[in-house]
């Protein structure tokens, strides 16, 4: 028996750094992912390797986070055989070949796409009872934290195994429920443009933006700042937490406006939204770079209805909505601009909203 896991990699459209606050997002999952191919055998440990990364050391059954702990690419394989293990669930060993065309760094969430794909195979070989989408998206976390050391929230994983054909997702990280907002484009373009600058992650960045959130949060004597009020960020007695709470507490309320303006077909409203979010990103959470912040500007002035960057920042993807006439322009003329002015020339490919997570036997 081999099973075959798919997983995709997600752009999110808005909401940036909430997730771990309790807050609110509104991704997409991709129509490009991670595929695991597993062919399970009296073994206790999986023989994994890559088509991107090459082949790995075969990874023990009874792996565990700290000393000894796999390291590297496979980590997220080890993290996910510990998770899964840790969550009762059976997993045999075998051999398994993982590919993947999401690309790395680009705040598409390669990571993500390969911790959902290897789970959906692992899960699928084991027999057991799949675990719903919500605690597989938890036990994918718990690999990328705990075993691989980043402490990303859980958006990547929500987004990759939720996904839905023409649906955006509205996640609300506090009660992790997912609601469907139907993403008609029809004429209009999405666009995700690839400044080649790419993030590093499990960098210390991410981490204190997370440490100055939940001191904000502490400070105003709140659990988390998804229950901070507008303008609460004043009450904070230090410059920089209060612009890094500033940015949380108003991406939660930009969120729920772009949900109902997809919802009512207004992109120009969205776009709006969008590029408010971008200067948040850039002005407050102080996460954007200036490729980044270049491509996003000269999306809009070559008539998009908004663009912004997505992912954990410092680097990545800058997603637009644009109608199809800029979306051309931005497509022919945008690459060179950026160049010219000094940046890597970054490479552009529409996107829809793409299926979800699955397992299949063959
Ligand atoms: P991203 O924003 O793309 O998720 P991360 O730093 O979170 O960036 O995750 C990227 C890491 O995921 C890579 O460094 C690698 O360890 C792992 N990874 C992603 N794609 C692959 C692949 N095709 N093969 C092996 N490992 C991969
Ligand atoms: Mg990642």
């Known amino acids: 028996m081999t099973v075959r896991g798919y997983a995709p990699g997600r752009i999110n459209l808005i909401g940036e750094h909430t997730d771990y606050n309790d807050g609110y997002a509104l991704p997409i999952a991709l129509g490009v992912g991670a595929t695991a191919r597993f062919d399970p055998s009296i073994s206790d440990s999986i023989a994994v390797s890559s088509r991107e990364e090459g082949a790995a050391a075969a990874i023990p059954l009874d792996t565990s986070p700290g000393t000894g702990a796999v390291r590297g690419w496979p980590g997220y394989v080890a993290g996910c055989v510990w998770a899964l293990r840790e969550h009762g669930v059976r997993v045999p060993g075998g051999a398994m070949t993982i590919a993947s065309d999401v690309p790395v760094g680009a705040g598409l969430s390669s990571s993500a796409a390969i911790e959902c794909a290897v789970l959906e195979a692992l899960v699928a070989a084991s027999g057991s009872e799949a675990p719903d989408r919500t605690t597989l998206a938890r036990i994918a976390q718990r690999a990328e934290n705990e075993y691989v050391g980043a402490p990303t929230g859980l958006l990547d994983q929500m987004s990759s195994l939720y996904g839905e054909q023409d649906t955006a997702l509205l996640l609300d990280f506090r009660s992790l429920a997912v609601d469907r907002v139907p993403m008609n484009l029809g004429t209009a373009v999405l666009l995700a443009i690839d400044s080649r600058t790419p993030h590093q992650h499990a960098g210390g960045e991410y981490g204190a933006r997370r440490r100055s959130c939940e001191a904000a949060a502490a400070e105003l ?139 299949e036997k063959t």
């Open 221 to 359: 004597g709140l659990s988390s700042l998804r229950d901070a009020s507008d303008g609460a960020w004043t009450r904070t007695d230090d410059a920089v937490t209060a612009r890094r709470a500033r940015h949380v507490i108003t991406e939660n309320a930009r969120v729920l406006a772009a949900a109902d303006a997809l919802a009512s077909g207004d992109f120009t409203r969205f776009g709006e939204l969008m590029v408010e979010s971008h200067h948040s990103m850039r002005d407050d959470f102080e996460i954007t770079v200036p490729a980044i912040d270049f491509i996003a500007d000269e999306a809009c002035r070559f008539g998009a209805y908004g663009a912004r960057m997505t992912g954990g920042g410092f680097g990545g993807t800058v997603v637009v909505l644009a109608p199809a006439s800029a979306a051309e322009r931005i497509v022919s003329e945008l690459p060179e601009a950026v160049h010219s002015a000094g940046h890597p020339r970054p490479s552009i490919a529409a996107v829809r909203p793409g299926g979800g997570a699955f397992a």
